[in-house]
């Protein structure tokens, strides 16, 4: 995601690029999202968000090089999987107990063992410790979600897709107001407001279709989910300006990688999946499968 306050960042190529890049990506993930289910789907999304945290751990490996780092491609749908499995209600405590686990003694013993150098230890704890909800949890999120509904997971997507694209494009031609200069110095205010209001509109368009009628739990969602994308979205940035680095990658033209891609995901799709879960009963959640 970017909202930019003068022209775009990259070479004016890169919107076409951008461009092509969705129209090749997206038939795909629409196409998962409808076609696969059960261990398939959540296979099929963690391959993209494992392919991120390796991401993550090449930007972050300077901080920590001799740390143990890689592991978090392991750890990432290991943990994911342990939250999926707990969709019974009465097994969330196992579930949480499980994970918290592979979190402090997991992590902990993996950087013991890996014989880290003291003067890195804090900051390889550190890395691993926020890297693995940071993608384990939406994975599972986003797995729930489709779980539950293949239709709300298209409303996360089209919240932080189309949000994503409206900062773009109005943050390049009416952006002038900085939103987080030292972060992220090319992002707008203006950007942001647009990406904020388009989600909104977008769970808004949501509520008509699958439901019929505009309620207003459906808005809250929407507006907590497209702030969670924007927050989301600058996390990342900061990650990438902490160490100097421009983009995550270079696997997606006109993107960056793809972490690039999902950082709003990242944070949108726990908050959305936690939504659903305190605003909406069950049966209201029925729709598209």
């Known amino acids: 995601m970017e909202h930019v306050s003068h022209p775009p960042r990259t070479a004016p190529a890169s919107s076409t690029q951008r461009l092509l890049t969705a129209a090749i990506g997206t038939p795909i993930i629409v196409a998962g999202i409808l076609l696969l289910s059960g261990p398939w789907f959540f296979l099929f999304v963690a391959i993209i968000f494992t392919w991120a945290a390796l991401e993550y751990v090449g930007i972050v490996r300077p901080r920590a090089p001799h740390a143990p780092l890689a592991v978090l491609v392991v750890l990432v749908p290991l943990a994911a999987l342990v939250m999926t499995l707990s969709l019974d209600p009465q097994r969330e405590q196992q579930a949480l107990l499980a994970l918290g686990a592979l979190?402090?003694?997991?992590?902990?013993?993996?950087?013991?063992?890996?014989?880290?150098?003291?003067?890195?230890?804090?900051?390889?704890?550190?890395?691993?410790?926020?890297?693995?909800?940071?993608?384990?949890?939406?994975?599972?999120?986003?797995?729930?979600?489709?779980?539950?509904?293949?239709?709300?997971?298209?409303?996360?997507?089209?919240?932080?897709?189309l949000g994503d694209t409206a900062a773009?494009?109005?943050?390049?031609?009416f952006g002038r107001h900085k939103m987080a200069p030292t972060i992220s110095p090319k992002k707008s205010w203006e950007g942001a407001a647009a990406g904020f209001l388009t989600g909104v509109a977008a769970a808004a368009a949501w509520s008509l279709w699958q439901r019929g009628a505009l309620e207003p739990e459906l808005l809250v969602?929407?507006?907590?989910?497209?702030?969670?994308?924007?927050?989301?979205?600058?996390?990342?940035?900061?990650?990438?300006?902490?160490?100097?680095?421009?983009?995550?990658?270079?696997?997606?033209?006109?993107?960056?990688?793809?972490?690039?891609r999902c950082d709003a995901l990242l944070f949108a799709a726990p908050v959305l999946q936690l939504g659903v879960c305190l605003l909406l009963p069950l049966h209201a959640a029925a729709g598209v499968h």
């Open 103 to 161: 979190t402090s003694v997991g992590i902990g013993s993996t950087v013991l063992l890996a014989r880290t150098p003291l003067d890195e230890t804090l900051e390889g704890l550190g890395i691993l410790a926020f890297g693995l909800p940071y993608f384990a949890v939406p994975l599972a999120s986003i797995y729930r979600l489709q779980h539950r509904d293949r239709g709300l997971v298209f409303l996360l997507l089209a919240i932080v897709w």
């Open 221 to 260: 969602l929407g507006a907590l989910t497209a702030a969670a994308a924007q927050v989301g979205d600058l996390v990342e940035s900061m990650l990438k300006r902490g160490v100097g680095v421009k983009d995550s990658g270079h696997l997606l033209p006109g993107h960056g990688g793809v972490l690039d």
């Open 168 to 173: 773009f494009y109005v943050g390049s031609r």
